[in-house]
Nanobody
Framework: QVQLVESGGGLVQAGGSLRLSCAASGRTFSTYTMGWFRQAPGKEREFVATSSRSGGFTYYADSVKGRFTISRDNAKNTVDLQMNKLKPEDTALYYC????????????????????WGQGTQVTVSS
């Protein structure tokens, strides 16, 4: 069992930056692939970024590539999402997720591959 708690959300102007953090409980953090998803009002939850167990492989949605960076610290049981050059369309509730599955660019985008989810942290980008 893994419990995930996100933090770091807030209100920022377009072009600004935020850093989200997800703290995980349990001693098996390093055995899970960790991802970030987001959900805007009236839209489906969508993939943002994923890190492999070691952090050696990362995957990004095209919409955030070059602006967002996912990183994890297995010693601290945390996974962060550094978000730069934020746009109003990045406004959403951001969720941290953990899963154990074979990674490829399609599998990381499937919500059903992630077994554990946090409650989310709100990011609002004003224009």
């Amino acid at each position: 069992q893994v419990q995930l708690v996100e933090s770091g959300g807030g209100l920022v102007q377009a072009g600004g930056s935020l850093r989200l953090s997800c703290a995980a409980s349990g001693r098996t953090f390093s055995t899970y692939t960790m991802g970030w998803f987001r959900q805007a009002p009236g839209k489906e939850r969508e993939f943002v970024a994923t890190s492999s167990r070691s952090g050696g492989f990362t995957y990004y949605a095209d919409s955030v590539k070059g602006r967002f960076t996912i990183s994890r610290d297995n010693a601290k049981n945390t996974v962060d999402l550094q978000m730069n050059k934020l746009k109003p369309e990045d406004t959403a509730l951001y969720y941290c997720a953990a899963g154990d599955f074979v990674l490829d660019y399609e599998s990381v985008k499937r919500r059903l591959n992630y077994d554990y989810w946090g409650q989310g942290t709100q990011v609002t980008v004003s224009s």
